[in-house]
């Protein structure tokens, strides 16, 4: 089966089903966190190690040794950088200048606490609009030995549409790339795809459409949006160590 978990209730329920076991599953939050996390990467980071909380982040920050390497804490409350973080969870902040060769430690309001609820999964991956194909091309070869499950992080536990246009441009992705009819879409996937087809010619305004959009254009960072909807603008694949949370390029 190929499903979208729209909302985090969704996929806490497959969770404590065991269906996440013996699955590949995609983590989205496209405004901001998985675009910001796919930046950081591309820009030369070494790694984004995820947490579901700032408090959790900052005890990490605290532990690190100098000998770990350059460290830089990000992360966000109410779409803005906390006070005592290096950067916030903006993907525009995330350049070669100030992330290159860092681990960023990364906590925010939905897409890490999303990761951390899906960590029983076989593989994760973080996904975006910036990465939607290589990711498609990532989850091709385990496509028929289990579940493959697209966890939309949502804002304040709801639907969110940007997440579920992020899902749709992967499953448009993986018909385009399979030509297969008999990919077994549930009905949530088949309404990420249609979402998507839509839309993508103008996913820039579809994505200030959602509440998610709003929140990031009311904190003044709209040109977030705008980053994140370039479709397939950074093709790499980032996989997620379900136990310790450490996101890699690959």
Known sequence: MIDVLLTPAALDAAAHSGMLANAQVVILDVLRATSTIVTALHAGAREVRLFPSLDDARSARAAWLPAQGPVLLAGEVQCLKPDDFDTGNSPREMVTEKVGGATLLLATTNGTRTAAKARSARKLFAASLLNASATAAALLPALDEGHTFFACAGTGGALA?????????????LLA?????????????????????????RLAAALRLGLGGLNVIDAGLEDDIDHAAHLDALPLIAAIDPITLTVLRV
Do not use: Q, V
């Open 177 to 201: 790339s399979t030509y297969r009819a008999d990919l077994p879409f549930s009905d949530s996937a088949w309404l990420a795809y249609h979402a998507f087809a839509g839309t993508r010619a």
């Open 161 to 173: 549409l940007e997440d579920a246009l992020g899902a749709g441009a992967i499953l448009f992705a």
